[in-house]
């Protein structure tokens, strides 16, 4: 009999389309004195037969993902720099031009979204748990509180600062199981008129591009605008525009407003049409999504096992989170892959999650260059491959795996 749990929207039952076993938490990078002493948790996805929401089966507690030593930066990628850029201005033209706006950031990391909004002197708080990357927004001059945005969090927020024109959150409500706390705090913070924008990764695309790495424990939903919709209805809100993104390998900005305050635009019925046509909610294609999986993670350790028997050199580029899911479910070690270049200071000098690659400072990518490099961050394979064209042009080559595993 397949597994089942509870719909963590609606109650109804989860029935699971992918296991990927036992697996350590993806941002939780290691010292070397420190192995042995990871956290393991079980690591498999499903499909809510009732409200269509694809979820974890089973959740990680918050506070060991997001703490003080949270090593993950929203500034490490250009693009996704001038993506916020782009967002806030976009706020700032469209919904912040009332006398004394408000908004709001749940999960604002390093501030690289709200700074623009501070440098415009827009009224502003990022609520921020992780308190080593609120820091870094604070350095920035942007106003954080340290804490898990919830229901409480929203009501101490309107009691200090009145209500938000907008409330905003990047790849950050995905993350959150206890997704009822998130909404009944919308509804108490946000302004009568206001708008609650989120984007996250697109189930839609990362089934079509069988992006198995986007499941890991912080990415704990995987939305649809069918399951938003029926999400947002139940909690009183209504989905009134959807917008498709190019970043992070493909996701949705949603924008949900109280019932009957905007008229959803075209968008919304015309994903939810394509969504049906994809059968985005159909078991079978959610399994059958689970066999190219297992496909692909096949391919790639027959590959990395005959670069190493012809005797190249195989980097790892980008310890994402996303990689601790290829690397464990794979069984992909340093053996295969000796080390994984990344930008990231906290990352620097520790090993990744389970599969134990020292990570080492992008520097070393070409002291000297590897013969292969196996390109974990995919989705800024552009600025990546672009920034590193010398490797190619010295005859490097890279591999992806997205959407299936081939060497360019
Ligand atoms: P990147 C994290 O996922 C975790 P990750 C989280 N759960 C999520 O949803 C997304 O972010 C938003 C490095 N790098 O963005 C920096 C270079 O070294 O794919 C990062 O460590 N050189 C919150 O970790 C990693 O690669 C570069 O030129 O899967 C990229 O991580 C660039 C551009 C990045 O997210
Ligand atoms: N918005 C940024 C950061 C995404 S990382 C971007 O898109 O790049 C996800 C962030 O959500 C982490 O910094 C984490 O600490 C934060 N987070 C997790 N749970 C949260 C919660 N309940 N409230 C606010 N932030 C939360
Ligand atoms: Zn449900």
New binding site residues.
């Given amino acids: 009999m397949s597994a089942t749990s509870a719909c963590r929207v609606c109650g109804g039952r989860v029935s699971q389309f992918a296991d990927f076993g036992r697996q350590p938490l993806s941002d939780a990078f290691v010292l070397p004195g420190e192995i042995g002493q990871e956290f393991f948790y079980d690591l498999a996805a499903g499909l809510c037969e009732s409200c269509t929401m694809v979820q974890l089966m089973a959740e990680v507690p918050?506070e060991r993902?997001?703490h003080h030593d949270?090593p993950?930066l929203?500034a490490g990628s250009a693009v996704?720099r001038a993506h916020?850029m782009k967002l806030a201005k976009c706020l700032l033209v469209t919904e912040l031009t009332g006398p004394d706006p408000f908004v709001v950031?749940?999960?604002?990391?390093d501030g690289?979204?709200l700074r623009v909004i501070a440098d415009a002197g827009v009224r502003h708080l990022g609520?921020?748990?992780?308190g080593g990357?609120a820091e870094r927004a604070r350095e920035q001059g942007v106003r954080v509180r340290t804490?898990?945005?919830?229901a409480a969090t929203a009501a101490d927020i309107l009691a200090t600062d009145g209500p938000a024109d907008v409330i905003y959150?990047?790849?950050?409500l995905c993350?959150?199981p206890y997704i009822d706390s998130?909404l009944t705090g919308v509804r108490t913070l946000l302004a009568p008129e206001g708008v609650f924008v989120f984007e996250d990764p697109y189930l839609a695309d990362i089934l079509e591009r069988t992006s198995f790495d986007q499941i890991y424990d912080?990415h704990f939903f995987f939305f649809t605008a069918t399951s938003v919709r029926a999400m947002a209805r139940g909690a009183g809100l209504e989905l009134v525009d959807v917008e498709r993104l190019p970043v992070h390998g493909g996701e949705v900005r949603y924008t949900l407003a109280r019932q009957g305050t905007r008229t959803p635009t075209p968008a919304v019925a015309e994903l939810i049409a394509a969504e049906a046509v994809a059968r985005v909610a159909d078991l079978a294609v959610l399994r059958a999504f689970g066999a190219r999986v297992a496909a692909i993670a096949e391919d790639l350790t027959s590959l990395l096992t005959r670069l190493r028997a012809e005797g190249r050199r195989v980097a790892g580029y980008g310890a994402t989170a996303k990689s601790a899911t290829v690397l464990n479910y794979c069984g992909i070690g340093p053996d295969l892959v000796p080390f994984v270049c990344d930008s990231t200071p906290a990352k620097q000098g520790r090993l990744t999650p389970g599969a134990h690659l020292p990570v080492v400072p992008p520097d070393a990518f070409s002291d000297p260059y590897p013969d292969y490099a196996l390109l974990f961050a995919w989705n800024h394979a552009e600025e990546i491959m672009d920034k590193e064209r010398a490797f190619r042009e010295k005859g490097g080559k890279w591999i992806l795996y997205v959407p299936e595993v081939r060497v360019v």
């Fill in positions: 918050r993902m997001f949270y993950y929203s996704m916020f950031e749940i999960g604002c990391n690289t979204m609520v921020e748990p992780s990357v804490d898990f945005f919830e959150a990047a790849n950050t993350h959150i998130i912080e």
